[in-house]
C-alpha cells in the first residue's frame, strides 16, 4: 500500500484504479453491513464513489499509519 499511497501523491491516476479495484468490494461490504436496509445499491454506489472522490481531493495529505490510510481535511 505505500507504493500505492505514494503515487496517488504522485498525481499518479492509474494508483487510484487500482485502489479502487482492491478496495471498491471490501467498502461495499462495510457501508452495506453499516446500513442495513437504510441506504439502496445506488446510494451505496454513490457513497464508494464519493470515498474515492475525497481520496483524490486529499492525496496530498494522505497518510498511512499501521497500514491504514487515513486523510486530513
Request: no cysteine; aromatic share 10%.
Given at each position: 500500500?505505500?507504493?500505492?499511497?505514494?503515487?496517488?501523491?504522485?498525481?499518479?491516476?492509474?494508483?487510484?484504479?487500482?485502489i479502487?479495484?482492491?478496495?471498491?468490494?471490501?467498502?461495499?461490504?462495510?457501508?452495506?453491513?453499516?446500513?442495513?436496509?437504510?441506504f439502496?445499491?445506488?446510494?451505496i454506489?454513490?457513497?464508494?464513489?464519493?470515498?474515492?472522490?475525497?481520496?483524490?481531493?486529499?492525496r496530498?495529505i494522505?497518510?498511512?499509519?499501521?497500514?491504514v490510510?487515513?486523510?486530513?481535511?
Amino acid at each position: 500500500m505505500d507504493i500505492l499511497i505514494e503515487r496517488l501523491k504522485n498525481d499518479e491516476t492509474l494508483a487510484l484504479d487500482m485502489i479502487i479495484d482492491k478496495y471498491s468490494d471490501y467498502i461495499y461490504t462495510v457501508v452495506k453491513n453499516f446500513s442495513g436496509r437504510a441506504f439502496s445499491e445506488q446510494d451505496i454506489e454513490e457513497i464508494i464513489s464519493d470515498v474515492f472522490i475525497l481520496l483524490w481531493k486529499n492525496r496530498v495529505i494522505a497518510i498511512e499509519v499501521k497500514g491504514v490510510t487515513y486523510t486530513r481535511q
